[in-house]
């Protein structure tokens, strides 16, 4: 059982790591104000350095990277350009390691719960990895387990990493105190496999809702008999992944049809439901044998406000139609801004609807220079007095980035705004319905 707790001398060492590794971030960020040396070589090594180190020590720190790859108003273009390769994709740990995980959650005759256990992981990420089982009762099942010991890891990157956010909070037009908090919560709730459980059956449950949306999205069951707090079973759905299927059958009719339900099912949860799955990125998409699309690991995920999902569904609209007075009316309706800021958030629109930059193809995007646009941008942020961030709106748009990035690699040569079209005409249809 000693395997639950890190050696202290483990975790002082991790310490002084990581208090370096932000404590360098810090460094940066002076050098960034006061425009000391080559900043672009000095950015990219950093950001190289911290992919590196984030692959290797695990943790929170993979996390953070990919959320903090998403703040261009914080963090110069290419430091966001190179956390966006950070993978949450690590090595399994040796399966004795694991295992005085389900004797404490399960007891030490845990192995009677099970008819077989497969000791090699299917797959392992940041936090935890997950094994394939049969129950007694025959079904086929796949165990999460939390690794042990990695809640003082996490707690400990997150005290680590608060510190470095402090220095950046002078340089945003939020509060990146609120936004840490945000970021530390998802986390911290990740970890418990019971909030997971509960997510998974909620949204399995809205989603049912909608006849359609039924008989095209499975979500697995989940076997609270054999599920604790660091330990989740669920089903084993069997499937290819959802980026094979759609890249072999490139144009046919059944990919282009799995693309447009993936995209519905996550749009209904982010703009009609209010609780939705956080990470929609490939390796938690498959389609099984009846080619429905099968969503795994709810451990990111998060519940927002009826007025927060009411702006940004607006907010998504006005981006649509390219419209900066309805886009700043869309944020104060959210609660982002006060309406003294109306006109400066208008202005920040107009930066963000330049067609040079604007719904552009991932193959377009990926040869354009944007140092001009974000130096225009964050000037006019800057502008922006009243801004912040309600609980809930860092994850909405995290999952909401990468649905749309994920929808557009699926569907090469077509636009943000075309994968989103028919979809937003479908719920503005309902809202109107409601309304009426």
């Known amino acids: 059982m000693f395997s639950r707790f890190l050696n202290p001398f483990k975790i002082a060492a991790r310490g002084v790591y990581l208090v370096e590794l932000f404590g360098h971030a810090v460094i940066l960020y002076l050098r960034y104000r006061w425009k000391i040396g080559d900043l672009d070589n000095a950015f990219r090594k950093y950001a190289e350095m911290y992919v590196k180190i984030a692959s290797r020590e695990k943790g929170a720190l993979i996390k953070l990277g990919q959320l903090a790859s998403l703040r261009v108003d914080v963090f110069p273009d290419i430091v966001s350009e190179i956390l966006a390769h950070l993978q949450d994709r690590v090595e399994p740990r040796p399966f004795s390691e694991v295992s005085d995980q389900l004797k404490h959650e399960l007891g030490f005759g845990w192995r009677k719960l099970f008819g077989s256990f497969d000791k090699d992981a299917i797959a392992a990420a940041s936090l935890g990895q997950v094994h394939r089982a049969t129950l007694i009762s025959g079904e086929e099942v796949a165990v999460k387990i939390l690794y042990p010991g990695i809640e003082k890891t996490v707690w400990l990157d997150l005290a680590c990493a608060r510190c470095a956010l402090w220095a950046f909070n002078f340089v945003t037009i939020s509060d990146l105190r609120l936004v840490f908090l945000e970021i530390k919560t998802s986390i911290l709730r990740e970890m418990n496999y019971e909030i997971e459980a509960d997510v998974a059956e909620e949204i399995a449950g809205n989603l049912s809702r909608d006849e359609k949306l039924a008989k095209k999205i499975k979500v697995p069951k989940i076997y609270r008999e054999t599920s604790r707090t660091r330990i989740l079973t669920m089903e084993f759905i069997s499937g290819a992944p959802l980026r094979e299927f759609v890249t072999s059958s490139q144009g046919s009719k059944e990919a282009k049809s799995t693309v447009f339900w993936m995209v ?24 099984d044998s ?17 007025r927060l999902r009411e702006g940004l569904r607006m907010n998504v609209w006005a981006t649509m139609r390219r419209d900066p007075r309805a886009y700043a009316k869309s944020l104060e309706k959210a609660g982002m801004i006060g309406s003294k800021d109306l006109q400066a958030v208008q202005k920040v629109a107009e930066v963000m609807f330049d067609p040079e930059y604007f719904n552009l193809t991932p193959k377009e995007f990926a040869g354009l220079d944007f140092s001009r646009y974000l130096r225009r941008m964050r000037f006019e942020l800057r502008k922006v007095k009243s801004f912040v961030l309600p609980d809930g709106v860092v994850m909405w748009f995290r999952s909401f980035s990468l649905l749309l990035t994920f929808g557009a690699e699926l569907a090469p040569g077509m636009r943000p705004v075309d994968i989103l079209a028919p979809h937003m005409a479908h719920y503005l249809a309902e809202e109107a319905n409601r309304v009426t």
């Open 290 to 306: 009846e080619q429905r699309i099968v969503l795994l690991d709810f451990g990111m995920n998060k519940r927002i406000s009826d």
């Open 264 to 287: 519905r099912a996550f749009l209904h949860q982010m703009f009609v439901d209010g609780l939705f799955h956080c990470d929609p990125h490939p390796g938690n998409l498959l389609i």
